[in-house]
C-alpha cells in the first residue's frame, strides 16, 4: 500500500449457532455488524480499546 491509500479489514468474531459478529475496521476505526456475540470477544478483537468503535449494525434480533 502507498501512502494515502485507504483500506479496512473484516475480522469474523464468532459465526454459528453461538451468535454471529463481525467487524469492519481500519487503524482508527471500527464498526461492528451482527453483534451477537458476547462483548469480550468484539474486546479482544479490537485490543481492548473500546474508544476505536464508531457504530453498530443491527439488522434483526432474536427472542432467544
Known amino acids: 500500500m502507498k501512502e494515502g ?9 464468532s459465526s454459528g449457532s453461538k451468535g454471529n459478529g463481525y467487524i469492519l475496521e481500519n487503524d482508527n476505526e471500527a464498526l461492528l455488524l451482527e453483534c451477537g456475540c458476547n462483548f469480550k470477544s468484539v474486546n479482544e478483537a479490537i485490543n481492548f480499546n473500546v474508544s476505536k468503535i464508531s457504530g453498530c449494525l443491527i439488522t434483526h434480533e432474536h427472542l432467544d
Open 5 to 13: 491509500d485507504y483500506y479496512m479489514v473484516l475480522k469474523v468474531i
